[in-house]
């Protein structure tokens, strides 16, 4: 069993930043690619970033230029920098873990974050 631990959601203006961390305990952690994706009330989950264990990044048209993802091995943990938020960026922000990668995208692993809230309203 793989114990992932996320944190850093919460409420901000439009404009305003916040950082998200997901802290994976399992080893190999470096040989993982990763993802963050988003789902708001009434709209499916969406992929909004992803990683690989080479820390080859892709972003959703949505938020490329705002968002960051990144990875430190040696702590175990994923992160998203989010910044210049606006109201449509409201969602619950899961992390997920050991998924596979290729020309179609990221493709989900069986290991999810619990859910972390981000609100962005004035």
Known sequence: QVEVVESGGGTVQPG???????????????????????QAPGKQRETVASI????????DDSVKGRFTITRDNDIHTLYLQMNDLKPEDTAVYSCNIGG??????YHPGQYWGQGTQVTVSP
Do not use: E
């Open 52 to 59: 690989t264990w080479r820390s080859s990044t892709r972003y």
């Open 100 to 105: 596979s990668v290729d020309d179609g995208g």
């Open 16 to 38: 305003g930043s916040l950082k998200l961390s997901c802290v994976v305990f399992r080893s190999s952690f470096n040989l993982l690619s990763m993802a963050w994706y988003r």
